[in-house]
């Protein structure tokens, strides 16, 4: 069973920045992809970033030019970079790894306060 652990969430001011981590249990380069969700109070869950095995990055639209999404392969991670910051952005952050099924993590919350 694949285990995901996220890191790094909390409270900042809008405009600021934070960087979510997710630790795999299995080497990250192994799954086909690894992306980033957000679900916000009375939303859908939806996905903020992927990145494919072959480094292939997609971003939700609100968030390009904001958030960076990466492995780390010595600490075989992957990482979300979120900059510039919006109270729009506050919301539980979720690790995914797809391998044939999607493993998830826990969840970490943002909030960002005005």
């Known amino acids: 069973q694949v285990q995901l652990v996220e890191s790094g969430g909390g409270l900042v001011q809008a405009g600021g920045s934070l960087k979510l981590s997710c630790a795999a249990s299995?080497?990250?380069?192994?799954?086909?992809?690894m992306a980033w969700y957000r679900q916000a109070p009375g939303a859908q869950r939806e996905l903020v970033a992927r990145?494919?095995?072959?480094?292939?990055?997609s971003y939700a639209d609100s968030v390009k030019g904001r958030f960076i999404i990466s492995r780390n392969r010595a600490k075989n991670t992957a990482d979300l970079q979120m900059n510039n910051l919006e109270v729009e952005d506050t919301a539980v952050y979720y690790c995914?790894?797809?391998?044939?099924?999607?493993?998830w993590g826990q969840g970490t919350q943002v909030t960002v306060s005005s």
């Open positions: 990145i494919s095995g072959g480094g292939i990055i």
């Open positions: 299995d080497y990250i380069f192994s799954f086909a992809h």
């Open positions: 995914a790894a797809h391998r044939g099924v999607l493993y």
